[in-house]
């Protein structure tokens, strides 16, 4: 039952494709403490409330890409192929043991679950899909860039553009975009990466408020290479997951007030919202709508891998 808080609300939309689901309905099931979670949508900059069942998927952004013109077919198939490659086939058996074992307790299989749940968490994000997107796209464009200002250096022979891109070689571009897909999409790496990270899971049953989750709720402020690097992730109202390569940030949480905790990750978490928040009700409505997407999304992955194919295709051209 939601909370009456003076909100806005509507009628609950109906669940999506589970195929484009994001956020699987077994990380949101903890939040729908009555049978439905609390929702809490920005829409043209209003925010509403609304009960959504946790199986509903069209908060999410579409994450096929298979209609985009600006790639080829080819491309956009890898892409959809590796997104899909990146899916959990059973994201409540990963989550189980994280939720109710002690850490103490999380063997080799257990952390070898989870880190694939966080992959596929990561990868799978809105922003780094649209980042992927378009690194694809300025990979081509620089390929066909680079082999006009070529072209225009030595325009004598062949006599037209088509006819020296058959001569050169007109797959290097696409070429380039493909092995750079390989290695951004690399879900082996960050897992082993997110693996040899100390994990934690935090219990903050005795504060204020209770978490929040969002359509954005994974906190990776660094890159996960940096010796501060944290990953930290809502698990359910009441208990936090924290992945970190310094175990003293780990304590620190541990020792620290709850609501604190909470007021933080809370913060976190509803400052990278683009489209909704999840609460077991709308007590929290007014922080939620104060600071709801107020912070600009930070990329999830690296930019070097781009630069490195775009610097490889320059090169290439000037042979």
Not at 146 to 156: G, H, N, T, V
């Amino acid at each position: 039952m939601l909370q009456d808080s003076g909100a806005q609300s509507i009628e609950a939309p109906a669940a999506a494709d589970a195929a484009a689901r994001y956020l699987p309905s077994a990380y949101l099931a903890p939040w729908a403490m009555h049978g439905a979670l609390c929702a809490m949508r920005k829409v043209e900059g209003e925010v509403i409330v609304e009960a959504m069942p946790p199986d509903a998927a069209d908060f999410a952004p579409q994450i096929q890409v298979h209609e985009d013109d600006d790639l080829s077919p080819e491309l956009a198939q890898q892409l959809d192929r590796q997104l899909a490659a990146l899916l959990i086939a059973e994201p409540a058996a990963a989550l189980q043991p994280i939720i109710e074992q002690r850490a103490a307790d999380w063997d080799g299989g257990c952390r070898e679950s989870w880190a694939r749940f966080l992959v596929s968490l990561i990868l799978r994000h809105p922003s780094v899909v649209a980042q992927v997107r378009n690194a694809l796209r300025d990979i081509l464009k620089t390929g066909t860039r680079e082999l006009q200002r070529r072209y225009a250096a030595k325009r004598s022979d062949p006599r037209t553009f088509a006819e020296y891109v058959t001569r050169a070689n007109p797959q290097a571009p696409n070429l380039s975009a493909s092995q750079y897909l390989q290695k951004i999409m690399d879900g082996d790496t960050i897992a082993a990466t997110i693996g040899k990270m100390q994990w934690a899971r935090i219990t903050v049953s005795n504060a204020r408020f209770t978490l929040l989750t969002s359509d954005q709720p994974l906190d990776i402020p660094l890159s996960l290479a940096d010796k501060n690097a944290y990953i930290a992730l809502p698990l359910r109202p009441a208990a936090l997951f924290v992945a970190s390569n310094n175990q003293g940030l780990i304590e620190t949480l541990t020792r620290h007030d709850p609501s604190k905790v909470v007021r933080m990750m809370n913060l976190a978490t509803v400052t990278r919202a683009r489209d909704y928040v999840f609460g077991v009700d709308d007590s929290q409505f007014a922080f939620v709508k104060h600071h709801f997407g107020t912070t600009p999304v930070m990329p999830l992955i690296s930019d070097r891998p781009l630069q490195e194919a775009l610097a490889t295709l320059k090169r290439q051209a000037a042979r």
